[in-house]
């Protein structure tokens, strides 16, 4: 608009006050669709059902426009503990555990297991566990997390395998459901 055209508007203070009331609010629209993602320098912004607000930025390693939408993800290019997976299975990648997005690893800890534990794969899940083999402690443990006892010490356990260990403390016993009591 040019400024004699302001000028022209702006003939009285009400009608100056109304006008600048009415360009501020053309620029209140909504900044972003509610239910979209899309990637923002590496960054991933999403703007939430029942929202018209500012999106939500999540830093990512990477953010990716992927053919199921974008997403963050933990390398930015594909890596071959992806390829040919389902999305959303879970997989071992830089010994952590994670899911595959369209042949990206996403949502991984960015932390490798504990030491004196290895990452491994089971029932479609990526976890940490102290055996690379099904510990038969677990056999028995028919939820897909568990605990049971092994003497005095507390099992925990995930699809079969071994999760964590710990011993009782003093004065406790571990009771048939896994619990130190």
Not at 107 to 126: F, L, R, Y
């Amino acid at each position: 608009m040019s400024a004699s055209s302001r000028l022209f508007l702006c003939r009285g203070l009400s009608t100056c006050a109304l006008f600048a009331v009415i360009a501020s609010l053309a620029a209140c629209g909504p900044t972003c669709t509610p239910g979209t993602n899309s990637c923002n320098g590496g960054n991933l912004e999403s703007c939430p059902y029942g929202s018209d607000s500012e999106p939500m930025v999540e830093y990512c390693v990477a953010c990716k426009e992927l053919p199921s939408g974008a997403t963050c993800v933990d390398s930015p290019s594909p890596v071959s503990a992806c390829a040919n997976v389902a999305n959303g299975t879970g997989v071992c990648w830089n010994e952590s555990p994670t899911t595959c997005q369209d042949g990206y690893p996403t949502n991984s800890a960015q932390t490798p297991c504990d030491q004196g534990s290895v990452c491994v794969v089971a029932g479609g899940k990526g976890f940490c566990a102290l055996s690379s083999a099904p510990d038969p402690i677990c056999a028995g443990v028919t939820a897909p997390l568990g605990a049971v006892c092994d003497g005095e010490d507390q099992v925990a356990c995930e699809l079969g395998y071994a999760t964590s260990r710990t011993t009782c403390p003093s004065g406790t016993l571990c009771t048939g459901s896994g619990v130190c009591m």
